[in-house]
């Protein structure tokens, strides 16, 4: 171990936890990269609730990769991405081909949110907060994808993070298909809402070398 470590060619393996959304847009470019640096490295993903730093505190994550809402004395950080709010209608929605979306322009309509209770929800109700506005809820789904199927279906509309810069895409936008399937996605600019996405560790982490290749490879916000 010893050898290998001071030769820089070493295995070993990296436990990772983020939320669903950063798992399956930013973690695997980012995977690739740091396999490319280290290929003996074995990477354990775990999903976890946003805010939740108790896997990286009792040893079972080297690294959240996540929106914190607050950043804890005990915790070091490195952005790595930016995560944005988009207005999602169907694609067949009278609105679609508006330029521009607004939230007082779907107010009157069916809002798919977040389980109620959850982070997620809870900053979808600020938004609306901002704009002095009440959503019409009458359909909630704890994931983003099952949000953006039932928006596709046409059974309403959402306020959903992103990050992509021309925000979410809905099942059919497969490779070939030209476009985002069936949804049209605008990104919210009044209020503007933007997250900043952390990589996370913990501030007396012991020396570790696949972290480090981690945080050398981790991408540009």
Known sequence: VVRSIEQGDFAGVLRIHAAP??????LPAWIQRLR?????????LGEH???????????????????????????ATLQVATIKAFLVVSAAHELAKKKQ??????AD?????????????RQQMR?????????NSALSAHSVDTILGLVEAGLGWSLVPS???????????????????GIEARPLDDPEVAFPVYAAWRLDTPENPLLDCALETAPKP
């Open 163 to 181: 990050l992509e810069p021309g925000g979410p895409r809905g099942a059919g936008a497969g490779p070939g298909s030209g476009g985002k399937g």
């Open 127 to 135: 938004a609306f907060e901002a704009a002095g506005l009440e959503p």
């Open 49 to 75: 609730e946003t805010g939740d730093l108790g896997p990286l505190r009792s040893g079972d994550a080297d690294l959240i990769v996540d929106h914190l809402p607050e950043i804890p004395a005990d915790v």
């Open 36 to 44: 490319a640096a280290r290929p003996g490295l074995v990477v354990e």
């Open 101 to 106: 979306l607004s939230l007082a322009d779907l």
């Open 109 to 121: 309509e069916v809002f798919v949110s977040y389980s109620p209770g959850s982070h997620p929800y």
């Open 21 to 26: 959304l950063v798992m399956r847009h930013l």
